[in-house]
C-alpha cells in the first residue's frame, strides 16, 4: 500500500457532518451498541494520560474524547477543536452537565492555532479518515504534542477474521445505511462511512503512512472488536 494516500474533499466532509450534526450522537449508540465509549475509554488508558496533563482531542465531534480525558486528568487542561461548529455545538453542554470545565472551538486539523509543543497528548478519534491531507493532520497533532509525549488515533479499518469480516462487511453495507439514515435522515452519510472504512488503511498500513511524516519515531497499535477499529499509538 502505498504512504500517500488522499482522504475526501474537506468541503463535502464539512457539509455533510453539518447535515448529520444533531443526531450524530444517538446514530453512534444505536449503530455501534455503545461499544465506542469503551473504545474510547481504552484510548485514553492507553494514553498513559494522569492528572494535570494537558489534552487536545482534534476532530472532536460533539466531545464525547475530551470529555472521558478530562474525567482522567482533572484540572489538566483539555481542549477541543473540530471544522464542523455544527459538531462541536452540543460538546460544551454535555461537558459542563459533567462538571467539566473544557474548551471547545473551531479549528482545521491540517493547520491547528496551537503553539509547538503545547500539549502532553494529542488525539483524533474517527476523524483522520476523513481528513483531506492525512499525513497534514497528523504532522500537525505531532507539532503540536511535546517531545516525549503521544498522538493517540482511534480510527475504522477492515476486520481480518473470515467469517466475522463477512459478516460485519455485511452489516456495513446494507444495514448501517438503512439504521444510520432512518436516525439522522441522510442514508447517504453511512455509505460514505461504509466506503471510507472500507478503504482506509489499517494496521502496519497506516502504521507506515503515520511513519512516513517523519514526526514519529514509533507507532504502536492494537485492534479493537475483532479489527472493526483500531487504536494507534505515535511517540513523539
Ligand atoms: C466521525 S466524526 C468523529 C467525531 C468525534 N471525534 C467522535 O469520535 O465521535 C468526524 C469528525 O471529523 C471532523 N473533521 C473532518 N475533517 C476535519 C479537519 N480537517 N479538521 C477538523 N475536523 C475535521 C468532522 O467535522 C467530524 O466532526
Known amino acids: 500500500m502505498s504512504v500517500d494516500y488522499n482522504g475526501p474533499d474537506a468541503t463535502k466532509v464539512k457539509s455533510m457532518f453539518k447535515e448529520i450534526a444533531s443526531r450524530y450522537d444517538k446514530a453512534n449508540d444505536y449503530l455501534s451498541f455503545g461499544i465506542h465509549h469503551l473504545w474510547r475509554k ?3 488508558k ?3 494520560a494522569s492528572v494535570g496533563n494537558s489534552v ?3 476532530a472532536t465531534g460533539t466531545g464525547d474524547l475530551a470529555i472521558e480525558f478530562k474525567k482522567v486528568v482533572k484540572a489538566g487542561k483539555v481542549v477541543g477543536t473540530d471544522f464542523c461548529a455544527e459538531m462541536l455545538e452540543p460538546a460544551p453542554q454535555k461537558a459542563s452537565a459533567k462538571g467539566y470545565d473544557i474548551q471547545f472551538s473551531v479549528a482545521d486539523v491540517m493547520d ?3 503553539e509547538d509543543k503545547s500539549f502532553d497528548i494529542t488525539s483524533i478519534a474517527f476523524g483522520i479518515r476523513n481528513v483531506q491531507d492525512p499525513k497534514k493532520g497528523l504532522s500537525e497533532l505531532a507539532r503540536v504534542t511535546r517531545p516525549g509525549g503521544c498522538v493517540m488515533v482511534l480510527e475504522f479499518g477492515q476486520p481480518n477474521l473470515p467469517i466475522f469480516s463477512q459478516a460485519f462487511n455485511l452489516y456495513s453495507k446494507y444495514v448501517l445505511p438503512k ?3 432512518l436516525i439522522t435522515g441522510k442514508p447517504q452519510a453511512y455509505s460514505y462511512l461504509e466506503d471510507s472504512s472500507s478503504n482506509f488503511p489499517c494496521r502496519k498500513d497506516f502504521v507506515a503512512l503515520a511513519l512516513s511524516t517523519n514526526a514519529f519515531h514509533k507507532v504502536d497499535f492494537v485492534s479493537l472488536s475483532g479489527g472493526i477499529a ?5 511517540y513523539i
Open 112 to 114: 491547528l492555532p496551537f
Open 56 to 58: 487536545l482531542d482534534c
Open 179 to 181: 439504521v444510520g439514515g
Open 46 to 48: 492507553w494514553s498513559g
Open 42 to 44: 481504552k484510548v485514553v
Open 230 to 234: 483500531y487504536i494507534y499509538k505515535c
